[in-house]
Structure formats: C-alpha cells, structure tokens
C-alpha cells in the first residue's frame, strides 16, 4: 500500500482564490510528521509547512495551511489568495517514527496551475 | 551561505560507464540522503546516512553505492550506469525529526 496518496492528476485554480491540494497517508505509526514541499519548473524543492501528528492545532505558514485530519489520515495543504508564483508541482510527504532511522515518504506529486 | 551542493548539475553517461555524483553540506547536519525523481513517481529514497561511517539503504539502491567518510559529503556512485537510471537526483540533509533541505538536482542521462 502507498505511505503516501495524491490522486488529483492536475489542478487550475484563478489568481486570489484559495486552492486545496489533498492528501492521504497511511502509517500504524502513533509518531509521524507531514510535509508539504513546492517544486517549481527550476527544479529546486522548497519547504512549505510542517504538521506533527501529536500537534492539537493545524499549521500555518503565511498563506499555506494543512487541515490536519488525523482520523481520516489526511493532510491537505490549503493555499489562501493564490499567486501566479503558486504555479509548480507540490510534493506531501511523511516522517515515520522518531529519531535516526526514521526516513521521509513522498507522494507522487500534484501539479497546480494558476490562473490570470 | 551555500547550504546544500550538488555537482554535476548535468551528465550524460554510456551504458556501462561508472561516476560520481557529489554532495556537499555546510549546515553542519547530521542526517543526509539521495533521491531520484522520476515522472509520475514522485522522489523515492535511494541510500541515506545518519553520520559519518553510517550508512543505509532506501527504498531504490540497487546499482547505487555511498559512502560518508565526513560530516559534510555524501557522494552517490553509480558503478555500471544503466538507461533505467536516467533521472533527477537529489542530495538532501537535515535533523532527523525536521524537514530536509535539499540541493538544486542532478540530471543524468544514461544511453
């Protein structure tokens, strides 16, 4: 089974609307951390926002947020007033377990295009 | 403040032929890694390193070999490229527990 699923093949949101980019996990871990990165066409990867599964409140870096559903193992990355700049591929990705074996998941990535 | 640094930004191999990518960090982490990104794949984890002398493998090493002989470099050899190893490759580091942070990529062609 896949650690990490991101299903939306490609998504199109305008300038200023908000936009929501899903993802599921799943791990019998109690002890976990997701992730949020931004690929744009350059290629570099960019840190978004971070979520502890032991953390009470959701997240927030800016204008992103990850509306942390712990029981349905989601992890969505909502990202407020979009930007042209918005425009690249998003990677959610898990740490399991704690310490130094524990190792980072990616997903498969969602591409997110911004609109005029 | 260069933080993580791969070389070659770019490579074009024969079948067959070996080489290194480098991987170089200043921040002093402990934990390093490489991925390959391939399309529709996401990035998967080929071999990590939790400290010098200490290495592991991920989810992809086969055909891949590393070593850590220091804190700051982690370098990736490929001993017998193959064209399924034609990819993206990325070094990152970082503290066990936080986000990495990851170099600009490599970009091997194998043919």
């Known amino acids: 089974a896949q650690k990490i699923t991101q299903t939306q093949p490609g998504m199109f949101v305008q300038e200023k609307e908000a936009v929501t980019l899903d993802c599921t996990y799943d791990t019998s871990d109690p002890s976990y951390g997701l992730f949020w990165y931004k690929q744009p066409s350059s290629g570099e990867m960019i840190f978004l926002i971070y979520q502890g599964s032991y953390d009470q409140q959701n997240a927030t870096e800016g204008r992103y947020s990850l509306n942390f559903q712990k029981a349905r193992k989601s992890a969505n990355l909502v990202i407020s007033a979009s930007q042209l700049g918005d425009s690249a591929m998003y990677f959610c990705?898990?740490?399991?377990?704690?310490?130094?074996?524990?190792?980072?998941?990616f997903g498969k990535g969602i591409t997110l295009s911004v609109r005029p | 403040n260069a933080g993580v640094t791969q070389t070659p930004k770019f490579q074009v191999l024969k079948t067959g032929q070996s080489m290194t990518l480098q991987c170089a960090q200043d921040m002093n982490h402990e934990y390093m890694s490489w991925y390959r990104q391939d399309p529709g794949m996401g990035l998967r984890l080929i071999h990590y390193?939790?400290?010098?002398?200490?290495?592991d493998q991920g989810e992809v090493p086969n055909g891949y070999n590393v070593s850590r002989s220091t804190t700051e470099d982690f370098p990736l050899r490929l001993l017998s490229a193959a064209p399924s190893q034609t990819s993206v490759y990325f070094c990152?580091?970082?503290?066990?527990?936080?986000?990495?942070?990851f170099g600009e990529g490599s970009r091997l062609t194998v043919l």
């Open positions: 990152a580091t970082g503290w066990y527990t936080g986000e990495l942070f």
């Open positions: 390193s939790v400290g010098a002398g200490i290495t």
């Open positions: 990705a898990m740490r399991e377990g704690a310490g130094a074996n524990s190792k980072l998941t």
